[in-house]
């Protein structure tokens, strides 16, 4: 089993649906991916809060799970990051309402030793730049991963193309994926993406499953997993995306067979994501819950 490294954001959250609010709940890419991830094996997470409301008592519940906290840089008298958002009725489409960026602004991380000897790297959606300057920290990584979005690819392309040229993988959603290549069909927004860099792409498809597009031509499409209770699915992609690099670093290794069985893993983990506000349903799980959901997922795709 090797070790795992996530950086990204970590935020509270006010979440408003159409029957329900919660609010400042734990949120942001890096808190959603480590809690997927470490399920699997030990995280070690990087990011920034602010110690005017970041509490103790949020660090010990991630300790307690498994994460490692060296590397969360906690900045005294300043807030951490806060996003609100709406979700429609059908839970495909959101509003922001607020973000406050705050302590985040000035995020540029110093690993421990034992952060930077992590073999698995997963760089959440952060800036490129913040990507790029945890990649110069890591040089013993052997599978480096990373996301992105929009943002950074209307604003940040320059650097988000010497990144790509960084990573052996990227996790993006479809509509992402189109606009970073200017392509409309999914199978060739992969082809596009692998000749930037990385040696495989994952897109993510919401509902709709994901599709794995690696060397040689080698292409699978998987469904998610169908889910009968959809609370709220904040962070149910950074979850998928955590638990995907978690089941890798658990089984020490990246070939096609473990990718395939780490997709399914990371489907039936985020299924349990949407199922309440922030990690609320993941809290109740065990690793015994989710190889139930992977039994039934196997069961589904045998024929």
């Known amino acids: 089993m090797a070790e795992l490294l996530i950086v990204g954001s970590f935020a509270f959250d006010t979440i408003n649906t159409q029957t329900a609010r919660r609010e400042n709940v734990l949120g942001g890419t890096g808190f959603h991916a480590s809690y997927g991830a470490s399920f699997y094996t030990k995280v070690y997470a990087s990011g920034i809060v602010g110690g005017a409301d970041w509490k103790q008592e949020d660090s010990d519940h991630l300790v307690a799970h498994n994460i490692n906290l060296d590397n969360l840089e906690i900045v005294p008298d300043q807030k951490t990051t806060a996003w609100e958002a709406v979700y429609e009725v059908d839970m495909n489409n959101r509003q922001t309402l607020s973000f ?64 790509l040229k960084k990573v052996d993988g990227l996790i993006l959603n479809d509509s992402e994926a189109q606009l970073l290549t200017g392509k409309s069909d999914l199978f060739e927004c992969g082809d596009e993406i692998r000749k930037m860099g990385p040696r495989f792409v994952i897109i993510k498809k919401g509902a709709h499953g ?94």
Do not use: W
């Not at 300057?133 to 040089?139: H, R, T, V």
């Not at 809290?283 to 015994?288: E, P």
């Open 210 to 303: 994901c599709i794995f597009l690696g060397e040689d031509g080698e292409t699978c499409v998987f469904p998610a997993y169908p889910s009968r209770k959809v609370i709220e699915p904040t962070g149910a992609g950074d979850c998928f995306a955590g638990a995907f690099m978690g089941y890798l670093a658990s089984q020490d290794c990246a070939d096609v067979a473990t990718i395939k069985k780490a997709l399914i893993y990371a489907t039936v983990t985020a299924s349990f994501t949407i199922e309440d506000f922030s990690c609320d349903a993941l809290k109740r799980s065990t690793r015994v819950d989710i190889d139930a959901r992977f039994n039934e997922m196997r069961e589904m795709l045998t024929f």
């Open 100 to 163: 406050d960026p705050n302590c985040c602004i000035n995020f540029h991380p110093n690993l421990t030793d034992g952060a930077r000897k992590c073999e698995y790297l997963f760089l959440a959606n952060t800036s490129p730049e913040t990507q790029m300057e945890i990649i110069a920290q890591c040089d013993q990584a052997k599978l480096i991963v990373a996301d992105t979005m929009d943002y950074y690819i209307n604003g940040a392309r320059e650097s988000l193309n010497e990144l």
